[in-house]
């Protein structure tokens, strides 16, 4: 995209990406470095800290680089081969002297001591069966340490990813804990400095270019949203900050006219129409499955549906009945589960739509009142929308780094494209 287009269109970055707002408070972030920050003070071989072990892995997330056991990933963190132990090496900053650009499962133990019990973990230490997986462990997702933190390169087909492990599939499944000989104690790394959030709509979804002014709203590291806040059927601008569990929502300008602490921090943010009045907020629990949604009369609704883990939550009128519902997006097999009512049970409808990792979307597409589902490639920076009658149209739009949305930008019953760059 040229520089002239880049200032008329969106850019988008990943969903996984957490950011805080207001016009006027940015809130510390304790997100990771990228890959040209990443390759830290160690030598190959030498002392590494916890907190440029973690950068280094952190990298390979960022720059989505896919499994394969004979393919070579060369950048600032040096050349290692792109499975789960050529990660695991690139991350710990072993010498590739003498082995195939990185140790094995059974090797890395080699460079390691094997630790007493899991609860011994720490964030830059690695979990590993030596028969079949090994993974980098970031942290323990609850104060039970039932749920570990990780970074992995997953499978053929698959990026490396930030995602949990329960501690029960690793016990069952012979995981043992190792630390790297070499690594040694260290603070977090800095914050890096917030970025404002620049936001491009288009009101047509046909366009690759953002029909509407751009304007700025929040600064990293909020989560941009979107939703009908006053019930004028025009989709407006909002924020979550995933640190501190708070809502920014926004009729107008460039000021939230609500802020709304709900949640506890590592839950994921959804807004929706539970009571068919205006969208409102709720949460979404990875480690649990939980949804928890508050109504317009300050009400909770709470009830478990999928799996957790790394599924992210939408919303949307799947049936057309006038309420918003809830639906969760599982980026490993591209599917949809879509509920029909704000209760316990199992998915009323599944959708298979996307490829591994898209990013999903909800909106209505053709305005009939019904809410249809749709995915945000980045690797080709492209808007697919599934219609009514199962046909799909789709959009390239903005540049690659960008954040998707969906919404009814301009009140005219449909739902079209944004992006969030920063």
């Excluded at 964030?123 to 933190?149: C, E, M, R, Y």
């Excluded at 995915?375 to 697919?384: L, S």
């Amino acid at each position: 995209m040229s520089g002239n287009a880049r200032t008329r269109t969106g850019k988008i970055a990943r969903l996984a990406v957490v950011a805080a707002l207001t016009a006027s408070t940015v809130l510390g972030s304790a997100a990771l470095t990228t890959s040209a920050q990443a390759v830290g003070v160690s030598s190959v071989g030498g002392d590494i800290t916890r907190s440029e072990i973690l950068a280094r892995a952190q990298s390979w997330v960022d720059a989505r680089v896919p499994y394969s056991q004979s393919a070579y990933r060369t950048d600032d963190n040096g050349t290692y081969r792109q499975d789960c132990s050529g990660l695991i090496s690139m991350a710990w900053h072993i010498s590739v002297s003498g082995t195939n650009y990185g140790a094995t499962t059974w090797t890395l133990p080699n460079y390691a001591v094997r630790l007493g019990s899991l609860d011994d973990l720490q964030p830059g230490d690695a979990i590993d069966n030596i028969s079949q997986h090994v993974v980098l462990f970031t942290g323990w997702a609850d104060s039970a340490h039932t749920k570990a933190n990780i970074i992995e390169e997953p499978r053929p087909g698959l990026t490396a990813r930030a995602t949990t492990y329960s501690r029960s599939y690793l016990v069952s499944n012979g995981y043992q804990p190792y630390r790297y000989k070499r690594t040694v104690d260290s603070t977090t790394p800095a914050a890096p400095a917030p970025k404002t959030m620049s936001w491009y709509l288009s009101d047509s979804a046909g366009s690759s270019t953002a029909t509407r002014s751009s304007f700025d709203y929040g600064s990293t590291p909020l989560v941009p949203l979107a939703g009908d806040f006053d019930g004028n059927g025009t989709d407006t601008q909002a924020a979550y900050d995933p640190t501190t569990s708070t809502f920014y929502l926004a009729n107008s300008g460039s000021t939230a006219q609500a802020t709304l602490v709900y949640g506890n921090p590592g839950f994921l943010p959804v807004l929706g129409r539970w009571d068919g009045s205006t969208d409102q907020i709720g949460v979404y629990q990875p480690d649990n499955g939980k949804f928890h949604l508050r109504q317009s009369d300050g009400q909770t609704v709470s009830f478990t549906f999928g799996n957790g883990g790394n599924w992210k939550p939408i919303a949307g009128d799947w049936d057309g009945n006038g309420t918003e519902t809830v639906g969760l997006y599982d980026p490993d097999t591209s599917t949809f589960y879509l509920r029909n009512s704000l209760t316990q049970g199992g998915a009323d409808e599944t959708v298979t739509f996307g490829n591994a990792n898209s990013v999903p979307i909800a909106g209505d597409w053709d305005h009939t009142g019904r809410t249809n589902i749709g995915v945000y490639m980045p690797d080709n920076r492209t808007f697919y929308f599934r219609h009514d009658d199962g046909s799909v149209t789709s959009t390239t739009y903005g540049s690659a780094g960008d954040i998707p949305l969906a919404g009814d930008w301009n009140g005219d019953g449909y739902a079209t494209q944004g992006v969030v760059h920063s």
